[in-house]
């Protein structure tokens, strides 16, 4: 073979319903010579920044224009090693702008990459955006988050049925930037085949939308369609964050050599080593503790000690005070209220901490999740376009009630009709056209 594989990509990023500004960047690097891809592969990035408005989105952009300019540019002997070494260079790049400006001090930003190549997938991952890969009806996440949540499931304190009770979502432990120096897991080579569907993404979309949700839809829609409907669906039930995608869709793929550790379907690959940085060290050291010294407290209280309660419970929020100072995450940027009262529509379905209780491994791929049953998928489009309709026709919007018509009609024949595909894409259409008009009205940067 004498050209790279036939892969068709998109890549959407948008500012979400509650953010002033996007800290989200992305870049895409394809190559164009069958050597340049076999040696380096095609490259996708994704980066949430963070650490205040204009300090988040410097720290993504810096990300997204160092890195693949490292990653090409280098002559390493593997694509693992173009990988690591080119994270390392972004970090250092984002740390030393830091270091030049005093406002810039803690910026930093997740980053997530994966290389597609002769060597199959590659993936260099910092912090908790995600990488997944849709193959056979099976959604399977190839990153470990690098949370408080996940590591303190990892370390065996907290289980994926209660970590939600104990710990914020929202903290991570590991970022590009704020420390000179920063464990980078590289996870593969996983095996690429024709039909696969790859997709990097950021946490605003992956706090709002499920992974059986998702898989669905890439596994349905061509990549444009299902990266837009992705992120209108984040919208729609809060977009309480920024929220990229970008989705890979292969459609031929020569026969990788060596071939990657997962050639068969689903067999296990061993992860790079997970480490903490400083921060996230000492976020989740503060964490412990303060499960620690509540946990004591309760105890004394049990047995009457009410002064070693109290020692315990202060000792205890000191301790969740700490942790939370050390965690890199940005606070949320208050941002006026959308005037539509409904927009959060649909209920976060991931406060549960369903996401985290399907097939939780400590080995690549760290959870898998099967998609293949539609029926859950076309109940929530219907509900989501349902209750869009019934807003616009309330608010007396400017759409053609005639064409959602039917678009809707020709969803519930395919449905009918056993075509789930079909009712998806008519859903997607309803629920794109409606949620154009929403940003319209709430804001003058439609989704991009």
């Not at 390392?88 to 980053?111: H, L, Q, S, V, Y």
């Not at 193959?135 to 370390?155: A, C, N, P, V, Y």
């Amino acid at each position: 073979m004498t050209s790279p594989p036939i892969v068709q990509y998109a890549s959407r990023t948008d500012v979400g319903m509650r953010r002033a500004a996007n800290q989200d960047s992305l870049a895409v690097r394809m190559c164009s010579e069958f050597h340049e891809w076999s040696q380096c592969g095609h490259l996708f990035v994704v980066a949430d920044g963070m650490g205040g408005h204009a300090v988040g989105d410097l720290a993504s952009r810096i990300t997204v224009e160092t890195l693949p300019h490292a990653y090409f540019k280098q002559d390493a002997v593997s694509v693992e090693t173009r990988l690591r070494q080119s994270i390392f260079a972004t970090n250092k790049a984002i740390n030393d702008r830091a270091r030049e400006n005093r406002e810039f001090e803690g910026m930093g930003t997740t980053c997530s990459v994966l290389s597609l190549s002769d060597r199959g997938a590659v993936v260099g991952h910092v912090g908790d955006s995600r990488v997944y890969r849709v193959r056979k009806g099976l959604m399977q996440q190839l990153t470990f988050d690098h949370s408080l949540q996940w590591e303190m499931i990892r370390l065996g304190r907290a289980t994926a049925e209660n970590v939600e009770l104990f710990h914020p979502r929202n903290v991570i432990t590991r970022c590009l930037g704020p420390d000179l120096s920063v464990p980078v897991d590289v996870e593969g080579p996983f095996s690429v085949e024709a039909g696969d569907v790859f997709l990097l993404c950021s946490d605003g979309l992956t706090n709002h939308v499920t992974d059986e949700v998702a898989g669905g839809i890439l596994a349905s829609l061509p990549p444009a369609d299902s990266s837009r409907l992705l992120i209108n669906l984040a919208n729609c039930r809060g977009g309480t964050d920024n929220s990229t995608a970008i989705v890979i869709h292969v459609e031929s793929y020569p026969q990788c050599s060596p071939v990657p550790r997962d050639a068969t379907a689903f067999a296990d690959v061993q992860p790079s080593a997970t480490r903490l940085s400083g921060r996230g060290f000492f976020a989740v050291l503060f964490a412990a503790l303060a499960i620690t010294c509540l946990t004591l407290g309760g105890i004394a209280a049990a047995f009457g000690n009410l002064l070693v309660a109290t020692s315990c419970g202060i000792a205890s929020g000191i301790s969740l005070l700490l942790s939370l100072r050390f965690r890199p995450k940005a606070v949320p940027l208050p941002v006026p209220a959308l005037s539509l009262a409904n927009m959060d529509m649909v209920s976060d379905v991931q406060k549960d901490g369903s996401a985290l209780r399907s097939s939780f491994r400590t080995t690549s791929p760290y959870r898998t999740v099967d998609c293949r049953d539609m029926g859950a998928l076309l109940s929530i489009l219907d509900e989501v376009q349902s209750e869009l309709v019934q807003a616009a026709r309330d608010g007396d919007w400017k759409v053609d009630f005639d064409e959602l018509t039917q678009l809707n009609r020709q969803a519930l024949m395919s449905q009918q009709a056993q075509k789930p595909e079909r009712a998806i894409r008519a859903w997607g259409r309803v629920i794109d056209l409606l949620m154009k008009e929403i940003y319209q009205r709430t804001r003058h940067n439609p989704a991009s």
